[in-house]
């Protein structure tokens, strides 16, 4: 199951409280005082994991505690610090402060750490407290206490190409063509209800990620068939790929309500590298008819994605687009 938001809750771990103590031993009868401090709570840190593709895990485990430092004891022990809470997530996972909707952190490369709840400071013990007139001092700090807050994560896929067009326009047909990827396909609309992720090896030195969007419809940017669910997901693509089908009634009109949607959701999308692809042409056995290509504005390719035709040249135009 693909889950690509979630609301957590997280606590840092409180400090140790330092501690009141003096030195006892035979023969040394004011031997002064000798209490550690306490040990720094534990912190809450979010990790980058390549491996995961959802946010499915937090679904049942929601709240993470991180453990409190220990106290300071006697002889001048300081308290141990208490273990941080790791929390695995999806590379493309922003973090947000649910009560304020602030921004806390974008997690968008391997490896990458974020500390989002620091641990308290662990108090200090009576031997820190003594002084050339004091020398026998009785104070010592408890420890402080850790932050708590209630997160939101939302998973926005991570891809080079992102693939755009109506339900039933055959993205996940292609997706399955040219990638490992397999992707459910069928023969009616929003087969496809959650991104899908390939890999295409290109030309045996490099390869490039595409991203199979769900369908999307007229009235996606405000919400409409999970319009809003689906186009933040190509946020952060590098390049658009529009997918159309050949037998639509008029498929000039179809980008245009495309385009529509995307700039009225985020204008900035309009401004990323895209490609105009018209699929489905071994449904024509007399080729595409040229006056259908001819009322877009911008150059059009023509594939098949069950013959292969257009394929090649199709990737090849998309490395082009990637690599400028």
């Not at 669910?229 to 498929?251: C, G, K, Q, W, Y």
Request: a neutral charge; glycine letters at 12%.
């Amino acid at each position: 199951m693909f889950i690509d938001r979630a609301k957590i809750f997280v606590e840092s771990g409180r400090g140790g409280s330092g501690c009141v103590s003096f030195r006892r031993e035979k023969f040394v009868p004011k031997g002064g005082p000798d209490g550690g401090d306490g040990g720094k709570g534990g912190s809450i840190i979010i990790s980058a994991d390549s491996s995961l593709r959802s946010l499915l895990d937090f679904q049942h485990k929601k709240h993470f505690r991180a453990k409190r430092g220990e106290h300071g004891r006697g002889s001048n022990c300081h308290g141990k610090k208490g273990a941080d809470i790791k929390i695995r997530v999806p590379v493309g996972t922003m973090v947000f402060d649910a009560d304020t909707d602030e921004l806390i952190a974008d997690i968008i490369e391997e490896k990458q750490k974020v500390e989002i709840a620091k641990g308290g400071r662990g108090g200090k013990g009576n031997a820190r407290y003594k002084t050339s007139t004091k020398q026998a001092p009785r104070n010592w700090q408890v420890g402080e206490l850790g932050e708590s807050y209630n997160i939101r994560l939302e998973l926005k896929v991570i891809a080079d190409v992102g693939l755009v067009g109506f339900p039933n326009a055959g993205k996940s047909t292609f997706l399955s063509k040219v990638s490992a990827a397999r992707p459910k396909i069928a023969d009616y609309p929003f087969t496809t209800l959650q991104p899908n992720l390939g890999v295409i090896n290109y030309r045996d030195f490099a390869s490039f990620a595409i991203a199979d969007i769900p369908g999307l419809i007229e009235g996606a940017h405000t919400g409409k068939g999970l319009g809003h669910e689906f186009l933040r997901h190509i946020e952060r693509t590098r390049v658009l790929m529009f997918l159309i089908d050949a037998n639509s009634e008029d498929p000039h009109d179809d980008f245009k309500i495309l385009l529509n949607e995307l700039g009225s959701f985020e204008e900035k999308l309009l401004e990323k590298s895209r490609i105009i692809v018209i699929s489905k042409i071994d449904t024509f056995s007399e080729g595409i008819p040229p006056e259908l290509l001819k009322k877009f504005e911008e150059p059009v390719l023509t594939i098949s994605s069950i013959t292969g035709d257009g394929l090649t040249n199709l990737i090849d135009k998309l490395w082009q687009h990637i690599s400028e």
